[in-house]
């Protein structure tokens, strides 16, 4: 069965390989892009209707909204200037997807949000986090739950899932980019003795889920981790981008948590004064040094009868083929 599916954020990494996979299934794409964006490879793709605007501008979410059959809402933003800014736009925005939805319950089948394992925070124990586990650890995480617990508010009016996606990479990330530009320089980007643990998610496994919460059975107010089914070391995640790179590392410690503070407060100082949101702040470094980031996606592939194909070592080989073919490397 053919939907009409509003993407926010679809011109950013994750939502372009959602309207990707939406239009490679024969659905139509109502993409909400600002006029600012790339939006050459959305315009290549058939089935794709551009709308412009941001999740800021309710009364553009408003327009993107109507007569949809279903809303993945996947814009957001991962840095920022300030606290206030991360809770404007991830929490502001959400706020207004809601409230767009809630004009079109009719034909509305799902709202699909996308949120992130840093809105419940990392294990304590190593064991994966519960789903109501609400331990953010970083200004991001905590707009990610407050958008989330926006979501679960009206879950009684509207047909509402959320998914927490983990390290998403592949073809078209610029962030976990900079970790594979690290190893073609022959450096290892290592923060300490590398053994945190976290997890990962290929971009179109996580795009294929998303496109199964649209269409499962399950109840209202779903909360789903979505990875590829693996845990792994981060010195050991490191060792596979090189072997993908074909390159091994000429420096490979990580750096003292002490000098990666002082350089992380160095990085702030230069966004504050360029007026500019940085990826790299001591609240960052402090996410880093929490030895396990990890969950299960057993819920998700149960209840939504999806299932993650790519692993890490298979994934990163692909993206760097991507990036290579793409002048990227």
């Known amino acids: 069965m053919s939907r009409k599916v509003l993407v926010t954020g679809a011109s950013g990494f994750l939502g372009s390989h959602v309207a990707e996979r939406l239009s490679q299934e024969g659905h139509s794409v109502r993409a909400l892009v ?3 964006s790339n939006r050459k490879f959305l315009e290549s793709l058939p089935n794709v209707e551009l709308v412009y605007g941001a999740v ?18 996947a814009a957001g933003i991962v840095k920022a200037r300030n606290r206030e800014e991360f809770r404007a736009i991830n929490e502001g925005g959400t706020l207004n997807v809601i409230a767009a939805a809630k004009k079109n319950v009719k034909t509305l089948h799902r709202l699909v949000y996308i949120s992130s394992l840093e809105a419940c925070g990392p294990s304590e124990s190593g064991a994966p986090i519960d789903a109501d586990q609400e331990k953010p650890v970083t200004a991001y995480g905590e707009s990610k739950l407050a958008a989330e617990k926006a979501i679960l508010a009206v879950k009684d009016e509207l047909p509402v899932v959320i998914l927490r996606p983990t390290g998403i990479y592949g073809p078209r990330d610029v962030e976990i980019y900079e970790m594979f530009k690290a190893v073609q320089r022959r450096v ?30 399950v109840p ?3 909360r789903y981790f979505i990875t590829d089914g693996h845990t792994y070391m981060l010195r050991e995640a490191l060792e596979e981008v090189e072997r993908a790179v074909g390159k091994r590392a000429l420096l490979r410690k990580g750096l ?18 360029a007026n ?30 999806w299932k993650p194909e790519i692993d890490w070592r298979t994934g990163t080989q692909l993206t760097v083929k991507w990036y290579r073919e793409n002048g990227w490397l």
């Open 56 to 73: 800021e501008e309710a009364d553009k979410v408003e327009q993107a909204a109507a007569g949809v059959d279903a809303i993945v809402h």
């Open 188 to 217: 290892l980007p290592l923060v300490g003795d590398g053994t945190t643990r976290v997890t990962f998610t290929y971009a179109t496994d996580c795009a294929n889920a998303i496109l199964r919460a649209i269409v499962a059975d």
């Open 34 to 36: 600002r006029r600012t």
């Open 276 to 305: 500019k949101p940085v990826m790299l702040t001591r609240e960052k470094v402090n996410m880093l040094r929490q030895p396990f980031w990890v969950c299960s996606a057993d819920s998700a592939m149960a209840d939504l009868g």
């Open 256 to 273: 003292p948590m002490g000098v990666f503070k002082m350089v992380a407060m160095g990085v702030e100082t230069y966004g504050k004064l």
């Open 220 to 222: 209202s107010g779903g």
